[in-house]
């Protein structure tokens, strides 16, 4: 049976037909120098130690962390992001631990700084790791209420100390109104004009934080799952996650920040379009758990799983990520 003779002008798959044509055309691509490494220290003896949700993250002790900070920087990675899971008995109602200028996230700074010269530091300003409730914040004790102005002197002297310790970039995770000004007043009053705010401006309260809260010991408050909502963002709410954006920038942030990634590509993307700084994305902890846990069962292919999942966030808009996936994916695109 001869077919009708069919006649297209326009064949996109003319572009896809060999290796190099698709090489050629490619719009997006992912470097090491996109990411940044999400990395936890404790302060234990104990080397390594596994989170169970996380497969193949640990928690570092500061000798370990260092090791492991030589290694992605000579991988290409330009930065890591700092997350502390201390002691128990270290946290309090008032998170007094937070601005211990010889607490354990200043001395990891600080060895970091001293040992692989070059690579960033990026510490997060949030009181959860140091916080005997699990919040971001300070509580009112009587209703608990998360109280905002309180909370916003705290993090302003967090993150002076952080900057001290030798931090290039400082990361409020809290989403307290008005904390990106405080902290740019506070670290110009304390001379440290060249310190960074990498501000989580669109941090939406996720289901996707759970195996993050793990490692740091956060997940619990009162025997009860933390609940976030009166002060992260609302996930069906995208004009108000845009004026969040506008709001850091505002108050003088110099990259912002979206999280989760994955499931918030739209926000990222008209994000891109508002503003001309640069933009973060985090890809949490539980985007990162399932791709693992589907790939444990045989349901997915581990590395092309992750690396679509990244460059989908690239493409999105972000110019920089990060991920748990850091390391794997740089050690893999200096082996291709
Ligand atoms: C809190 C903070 C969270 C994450 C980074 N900083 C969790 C939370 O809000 O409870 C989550 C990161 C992840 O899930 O990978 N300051």
Redesign the pocket.
């Known amino acids: 049976m001869g077919r009708e003779p069919f006649f297209s002008p326009r064949r996109p798959r003319r572009n896809r037909q060999n290796a190099s044509l698709r090489a050629l055309v490619q719009e997006t691509h992912l470097t090491a120098s996109d990411l940044i490494a999400?990395l936890f220290v404790h302060d234990g003896d104990g080397l390594r130690v596994p989170i169970s949700s996380m497969p193949g993250v640990f928690r570092f002790n500061i000798k370990e962390l260092v090791q492991e900070c030589k290694t992605l920087f000579e991988l290409g990675i330009p930065a890591v992001a700092l997350?502390p899971s201390i002691n128990p008995s270290l946290k309090d109602a008032h998170a007094n631990e937070a601005f211990n200028p010889r607490g354990l996230i200043p001395r990891a700074v600080a060895a970091i700084k001293e040992q692989v010269a070059g690579l960033l530091v990026i510490t997060?300003v949030?009181?959860?790791?140091y916080t005997d409730h699990?919040h971001?914040g300070l509580v009112n004790p009587k209703n608990g209420e998360v109280l905002n102005d309180e909370t916003v002197d705290v993090l302003a002297a967090m993150a002076v100390v952080l900057a001290e310790s030798g931090a290039d970039l400082v990361a409020p995770?809290?989403?307290m109104d008005g904390r990106v000004r405080a902290i740019r007043k506070a670290l110009d009053q304390a001379s440290y004009t060249s310190t960074g705010i990498l501000a989580?401006s669109i941090?939406f309260?996720?289901s996707?934080?759970?195996?993050?809260?793990e490692?740091?010991g956060?997940?619990l408050s009162a025997g009860k799952y933390?609940d976030?909502k009166t002060y992260?963002l609302n996930p069906a709410n995208r004009r108000e996650a845009l004026l969040e954006g506008a709001l850091d920038e505002e108050e003088g942030a110099d990259i912002l920040m979206v999280?989760?990634a994955g499931p918030y590509l739209d926000i990222i993307r008209e994000l891109r379009n508002q503003t001309c700084l640069p933009i973060a994305a985090?890809?949490?902890?539980?985007?990162?758990a399932q791709v693992c846990a589907a790939a444990e069962k045989g349901w997915l292919n581990l590395e092309s799983t992750r690396d679509e999942s990244l460059l989908a966030i690239k493409r999105a808009g972000a110019d920089m990520i990060?991920t748990?996936f850091a390391r794997d994916v740089a050690t893999a695109l200096a082996q291709a």
């Open positions: 999400p997350f997060d949030a009181l959860d790791p699990g971001d995770s809290d989403m989580y941090k309260a996720s996707y934080y759970g195996p993050f809260r490692a740091v956060s997940q933390l976030k992260q999280k989760p985090y890809q949490v902890s539980g985007e990162y990060l748990y």
